[in-house]
């Protein structure tokens, strides 16, 4: 049961431009929102948060969008940046006492 | 602050071998994690520790992998015997309390069973 799914493995963008990952999710009892990002032979890093009752959260070129109706989670990054180039995974949690659960990922490439 | 630590970073062993993973949480963090990340998917928990109390295992197979967190700081997680199927990447993490604080994840253990 992916409870978490991110539908497209991979997203290439051009430098400058905007990134956008997209998750979703089915059940309706999660009540955090997170995206962490690897680089290759990393491990996972927090990126940003979401609060179930929020909407949009924004840190720098990082902004995260909730649909709860939708059951729609999005990242947009702005303007992407070589750097960016990983792989991002969106995860979510219940409070009471559930466990964090990851998508399969999605790789960004930013070219030059 | 000093990261999360894991050794050792690769390992290749024959199947039916034991093999044991280490790890070394960021200080003051509560909570220890141990991931399993397959190729292509997600890191999918093993076990989660809150001090030196294994409070999430259920997704652990008891069977061949055991954990322990003496003294609620290092932990290690062994497989014994290892099968062809446990090839994969073995991930620490740590936090300070629960999911209510962002995991901090080492580089992971590449494990290769041959």
């Known amino acids: 049961d992916q409870q978490v799914k991110q539908n497209s493995p991979s997203l290439s963008v051009q430098e400058g431009r905007i990134s956008i990952l997209n998750c979703d999710y089915t059940n309706s009892m999660f009540d955090y929102f997170l995206w962490y990002k690897k680089y290759p032979a990393e491990g996972p890093t927090f990126l940003i948060s979401i609060s179930s009752i929020k909407d949009k959260n924004e840190d720098g070129r990082f902004t995260v969008f909730l649909n709860k109706s939708a059951k729609h989670l999005s990242l947009h990054i702005v303007p992407s940046q070589p750097g960016d180039s990983a792989v991002y995974f969106c995860a979510a949690y219940r409070n009471s006492g559930s466990r964090l659960t990851f998508g399969e990922g999605t790789q960004l490439t930013v070219n030059p | 602050e000093a990261g999360v630590v894991q050794s050792p970073r690769y390992k290749i062993i024959e199947k039916k071998q034991p093999v044991a993973f280490w790890c070394n949480p960021i200080?003051?963090?509560?909570?220890l994690y141990w991931y399993l990340q397959n190729l292509g998917q997600g890191p999918e928990l093993l076990i989660r520790?809150?001090?030196?109390?294994?409070?999430?295992d259920s997704q652990l197979p008891k069977d061949r992998f055991s954990a322990e967190r003496l003294k609620g700081v290092d932990s290690t997680l062994k497989i014994q015997p290892a099968e062809l199927g446990d090839s994969a990447v073995y991930l620490c993490?740590?936090?300070?309390?629960?999911?209510?604080?962002?995991?901090?994840f080492g580089n992971g253990t590449r494990l290769t069973v041959t």
């Open positions: 200080s003051g963090h509560n909570t």
């Open positions: 520790y809150e001090n030196e109390e294994a409070v999430d």
């Open positions: 993490a740590s936090s300070l309390e629960g999911y209510n604080s962002p995991l901090h």
